[in-house]
């Protein structure tokens, strides 16, 4: 099983990333997708996630109308776009994957303390 995180890099403030998650190993379509940041000295937070068939799309409040997840079932791909990056949005980004994550039915556990897969982060730097 592998999920591979990328895309990050360093942007300016307003700037745009697009990151992209690569699964391998496990049956993609029947997994929903998280994205995760943690931020030095601060908690692992649960930023985005798309159910399964990728019909459902739920965001934390902080990047909502600025991130944009999406998925690809027939490239085992999960795509986050960021605009409008601030400073506050700078973390290392990972993905995960867990079949409940999230689904029509909600995102009920945004901190995705029982995802069964979990890959390496990308770091994303925001500053001028």
């Known amino acids: 099983v592998q999920l591979q995180a990328s895309g990050g890099g360093l942007v300016q403030p307003g700037g745009s990333l697009r990151l992209s998650c690569a699964a391998s190993?496990?049956?993609?379509?029947?997994?929903?997708i998280g994205w995760f940041r943690q931020a030095p000295g601060k908690e692992r937070e649960g930023v985005s996630c798309i159910s399964s068939g990728g019909g459902s799309t739920y965001y934390t409040d902080s990047v909502k109308g600025r991130f944009t997840i999406s998925r690809d079932n027939a490239k085992n791909t999960v795509f986050l776009q960021m605009n409008s990056l601030s400073p506050e949005d700078a973390a290392v980004y990972y993905c995960a994957a867990d079949p409940h994550y999230c689904s029509a039915y909600g995102w009920i556990n945004p901190q995705g303390y029982d995802m069964s897969y979990w890959g390496k982060g990308t770091l994303v730097t925001v500053s001028s």
């Open positions: 190993g496990f049956t993609f379509d029947y997994y929903a």
